[in-house]
């Protein structure tokens, strides 16, 4: 069965594994180059200084895949709305883990008092856009060509959930 938890400093070497599993194999992240130990160091750092959260999914005390959501934009007129991502370990997808972390980051926002979640996914990520409607999440609109990656343009789709019931 899966749980949920709270990121903590041991998690990082797991973070950093699937992050740079889809950095070098998807267009998850638009980054080129596997993030270096102190990178992520310095990322969770600034999520528990920015008090955001990071939450673990788990099997068994095993890691499965992780979530977060922070600032979508930096002006204040979009202190309201977040940016979510939610990443599995490669060998766990198809098993609910997504599911159970984005059901949790969901209600995190609702918690805490946000009104909008935006995700910005890669337009030809079908089994995200899939994934996300799912949850109520619709198509906000698409950004043609806005990146480059694996010799190709890419475009990005942002979908968003309203959050008040």
Not at 127 to 135: L, Q, R, T, Y
Request: with cysteine; hydrophobic share 40%.
């Amino acid at each position: 069965m899966q749980t949920v938890r709270q990121a903590t400093i041991a998690d990082l070497p797991f973070i950093r594994q699937v992050m740079n599993h889809n950095i070098l194999h998807s267009t998850a992240l638009y980054d080129y180059q596997p993030k270096t130990e102190a990178e992520i160091n310095q990322w969770f750092t600034d999520k528990l200084h920015g008090n955001w959260p990071v939450i673990i999914a788990e099997q068994k005390g095993t890691p499965t895949g992780f979530a977060t959501y922070g600032t979508f934009r930096f002006k204040d007129g979009f202190k309201p709305t977040v940016e979510h991502s939610v990443y599995v370990d490669e060998g766990q997808h198809g098993k609910g883990v997504g599911r159970i972390l984005l059901s949790h980051l969901i209600d995190l926002c609702r918690s805490e008092g946000y009104h909008c979640m935006v995700g910005c996914i890669d337009a030809d990520n079908a089994g995200s856009i899939a994934f996300h409607k799912k949850f109520g999440f619709t198509e906000a609109g698409v950004l043609k060509e806005v990146a480059y990656k694996f010799d190709k343009w890419l475009d990005l789709l942002f979908m968003q959930l309203l959050l008040e019931e």
